[in-house]
């Protein structure tokens, strides 16, 4: 059973450009076209300037031949593009590196005994 519905908004993979639409890949099954007019309410110059190879990118349902297993989809009027989630800082803890320089010459030491043991 597919999660694939007419109108649902999904995550997609792009996977070609032409000049008249964008290939996504859904899942290991379904497959779609993003045609060049459901792509924006304004004039498109150049499909590439929305989308890049190899993007996953949020994409509508339009419709879904079940036959073919291809799906009709469109980026206008949905925010599409998938945000980067920000790099969240490492919290230092109170003995920052303290614990490395105390330990290292111990941990040298005790590899450099194994190394010569072998």
Same mark, same amino acid.
């Given at each position: $059973?597919?999660?694939?519905? &007419? ?6 993979? #792009? ?6 639409? @964008?290939? !996504?890949?859904?899942? /290991?099954?379904?497959?779609? *076209? ?16 929305? #989308? ?6 949020? #994409?509508?349902? @339009? %419709?879904?031949? /079940? %036959?073919?297993?291809? !799906?009709? *989809?469109? @980026? ?13 800082? @490492? &919290?230092?803890?109170? =003995?920052?590196?303290?614990? =490395?320089? %105390? ?6 030491? %005790?590899? =450099? $005994?194994?190394? +010569?043991? +072998?």
């Amino acid at each position: $059973m597919t999660n694939l519905i &007419a109108g649902r908004v999904v995550v997609g993979s #792009v996977t070609g450009i032409e000049p008249y639409g @964008i290939f !996504v890949n859904l899942d /290991e099954y379904y497959n779609g *076209l993003i045609h060049i007019s459901e792509i924006s309410n304004g004039f498109v110059r150049d499909i590439n300037d929305f #989308v890049t190879n190899g993007e996953k990118i949020y #994409v509508k349902i @339009i %419709d879904i031949n /079940e %036959d073919t297993f291809q !799906v009709r *989809l469109s @980026i206008k009027d949905i925010n599409y593009k998938i945000k980067r989630q920000d790099r969240r800082r @490492i &919290a230092e803890t109170r =003995l920052g590196f303290s614990n =490395l320089r %105390d330990n290292l010459p111990k941990w040298i030491e %005790d590899k =450099l $005994m194994e190394i +010569n043991c +072998n």
